[in-house]
């Protein structure tokens, strides 16, 4: 699971304006990778990229980068955020991957994952195509090139290739001197949205960052007003022209029922994100009145009520999770920070029973599934999460929520520390089904043999995880939450039914 994110005018700008947006905009989605971040960035005339390992907060530290950036004066940036699936966490599989051609050099950063690496890469190998990472996202950008006969202006024809051949999963940006390509894959499995405003087109992996963006030019000063925040469609392919128009062309028919990742709703997404839109509303999700009010404020009112944030869906999640497997007499109810939080809230609402925060969530460490490596995860979940040990002088009887199992390796830790703290009993709820089946479509498991749900019975991770119970959410609670839609979801993950197909 990665993240994508790009400023780009479609009049000439400040390039420091240029800048600010995308920094602003990528940072925003740090949450989906944190290994390495890289970002291609033009003037018009040349594009240069650039990757680096860390967060994207500390790129105002990197002299070198900001020197780059300052001498250039690019017109438009595209940022990549890396979180490993394919290929070791090297800077050589950091992205954006990019080739020199004779006309000129090509970018391509992604969101997703090739179903069958070797074979695709074996395939593209045997028709001249010369690798230098282990990174799926050279697959996409070779195959793209190889069909466009390594013709810039033919790339068009290279992604519909690909869309109706390639065993994968994508939300990508295509970048070269003057033009950028956006592009979702016809299961709609990774979400990308965009929206056009003062003489830009900006988009994000999450539709946080462009409210983000919205955010910093109701500051500057700008009176926006009403502003469409839209979603690439499934299928679809976006020419955005430098300085000039954007087209909006046919990649391959949208699959009649979609493979929109659950995951991403339990767990990846912010959650002030509005993941997946509204199938109804086709490619706009919802609007936003942006509106000065007084001499130095304004309002920014997202105008849709009909596409909830993703904390309203774990909140969901947390009540019919309360709904299934209440904990009699508890004394309280905490979540793991931040990943339970808005479960553990609906959880206690529905069940009757005080919340109260009993862990404190080091702000400095980073997301711990996102965190390549067992090893590197255990050291991680240590440090992460301490007690507040107060609270267990007189709460003997904890329910822990959280939003899902995938490695055990967080909540097994956060028992052992709860019981140090003065926990007498610790119950075990999870905000979705146990996940049973490794991920094709971006997400980091490798095997079964990592997931203990895999071979284990609940009762039996309950025991190895040192609790007292432990209770997951039903598959068709899950499904209940997605709503009319719901069959337009993968469940993968959870049930072991593989929807995508090429």
């Not at 997404?269 to 490619?283: C, W």
């Not at 706009?284 to 007084?294: A, F, H, I, S």
Request: proline share 5%.
């Amino acid at each position: 699971m990665c993240s994508i994110f790009g400023a780009i005018p479609l009049e000439v700008k400040d390039p420091l304006e240029v800048q600010t947006y995308t920094m602003i905009g990528a940072n925003f989605l740090q949450h989906r990778g944190h290994e390495w971040y890289g970002l291609a960035f033009s003037n018009g005339k040349f594009l240069w990229i650039e990757r680096r390992s860390g967060l994207i907060i500390s790129s105002p530290d990197d002299r070198e980068l900001v020197r780059l950036i300052k001498e250039n004066q690019p017109q438009m940036i595209m940022f990549q955020t890396r979180f490993s699936t394919t290929g070791p966490s090297t800077s050589i599989n950091a992205q954006p991957q990019f080739l020199r051609l004779r006309q000129g050099a090509i970018a391509l950063g992604s969101n997703g994952d090739v179903f069958d690496y070797t074979k695709e890469r074996e395939r593209l190998e045997k028709s001249g195509c010369d690798f230098q990472s282990q990174n799926d996202s050279e697959i996409l950008l070779h195959h793209i090139l190889l069909n466009s006969g390594d013709d810039p202006d033919n790339i068009p024809k290279g992604i519909q290739n690909l869309m109706g051949n390639m065993p994968a999963t994508f939300s990508f940006w295509l970048a070269t001197e003057k033009r950028v390509y956006l592009a979702r894959d016809p299961y709609g499995n990774r979400p990308l949205y965009y929206m056009q405003v003062g003489g830009y087109f900006i988009f994000a992996s999450e539709d946080c960052a462009l409210l983000a963006v919205l955010e910093e030019r109701a500051e500057a000063g700008y009176e926006d007003g009403t502003v469409e925040i839209n979603q690439v469609l499934p299928g679809e392919i976006i020419e955005v022209n430098l300085h000039g128009p954007v087209n909006y062309l046919k990649g391959a028919d949208p699959k009649a029922i979609l493979a929109q990742c659950t995951f991403e709703k339990v767990y990846f997404a912010r959650p002030d994100s509005r993941v997946f839109g509204s199938l109804k509303q086709g490619r706009l999700c919802y609007k936003v009145l942006v509106l000065p009010e007084g001499e130095d404020d304004y309002v920014i009112q997202v105008l849709d009520d009909s596409v909830e944030e993703v904390g309203s869906f774990r909140y969901r999640l947390g009540e019919n999770l309360g709904v299934e497997s209440p904990v009699e007499q508890a004394d309280c109810v905490i979540s793991v920070p931040m990943s339970g939080d808005f479960a553990a809230l609906g959880y206690a609402h529905k069940t009757g029973t005080e919340f109260q925060i009993g862990l404190v969530r080091n702000p400095y460490y980073t997301r711990t599934f996102t965190s390549p490596g067992r090893e590197n995860r255990q050291r991680l979940a240590r440090l992460k999460y301490q007690p507040m040990r107060g609270l267990y002088v007189r709460a003997k009887r904890i329910v822990v929520v959280d939003d899902s199992v995938i490695f055990a390796t967080t909540l097994q830790r956060l028992a052992r520390k709860l019981r140090i703290a003065g926990a007498q009993e610790v119950h075990g709820r999870i905000s979705c089904p146990p996940v049973k089946c490794p991920c094709p479509y971006g997400i980091d498991m490798s095997s079964k043999g990592q997931l203990p749900a895999a071979s284990m019975s609940m009762k039996e991770v309950g025991n190895m995880l040192k609790l007292d119970s432990l209770a997951h959410l039903s598959l068709e609670m899950l499904q209940a939450a997605n709503g009319a839609s719901a069959k337009h979801y993968c469940y993968a993950c959870w049930n072991g039914e593989f929807p995508i197909h090429y």
